[in-house]
């Protein structure tokens, strides 16, 4: 089976071959999204499928299914997932939010996103944004695999603060972080430093909307 090979740096932790590393993406993508009953009725699947990942991704998923997901109160669970992303601004799962925040230059970070799925042939829906870490990794997984590693290896340092924020808060939800970092490329001296200035700064407030990626005449087209 083909090996996956980066051309920037070498993978995070073991070797992963294609089909785990569109599993393990694909599987992630359905734990960060909003707990539906669709996808908690798929808890058993998702755990055999889970069991064969390598033990450096499977160990933290398996945890997560087992004690955090699989058999829970499915009320108590959205409302924790409600909680943990909606209500806190340092663990949003939109991946421009913690750069940006909501002012004219996250729009044109979106476009990026946009343009990347339209590329692939990937239509995206007006309700949500492109930046949607599981929009990011279902694309990857099982649309391009190369241009979803890259949007995704282009925000590791959000994805290891959106980490480090769940850990602080005792959130199971970061062991997927830490999962899907370990098929990453490694967190670099300049990462570290970006990391630290987007804790200490924390996502801008000015709120100016986002016109530019509202203005994105391809998008346009696709609202009529």
Known sequence: ??????????????????????????????????????????????IAAARELPDAVRIPILDFLQHEFGGADPMQLAARYVETFDMRRRASLHLTYYAYGDTRKRGMALLRFKHAYRQAGMQVGDDELPDYLPLVL??????????????????????????????????????????ILATLPPISTADRRRIAELAAEGPPEEDVGLEPFAMDPLMAEGRR
């Open 1 to 46: 089976m083909k090996m996956l090979t980066l051309n920037r740096r070498p993978a995070r932790g073991v070797a992963m071959s294609e089909r785990d590393q569109r599993l393990l993406w694909r599987i992630a993508a359905l734990l960060l999204d909003y707990p539906s009953e669709q996808t908690l009725a798929m808890t058993d699947q998702l």
């Open 138 to 179: 279902e694309f990857a997984a099982t649309v391009d695999l190369l241009q979803g590693e890259r949007l995704l290896g282009e925000h590791v340092p959000v994805i290891e603060l959106l980490r480090l924020s769940l850990q602080d808060s005792g959130s199971g939800y970061a062991s997927i972080l830490a999962a």
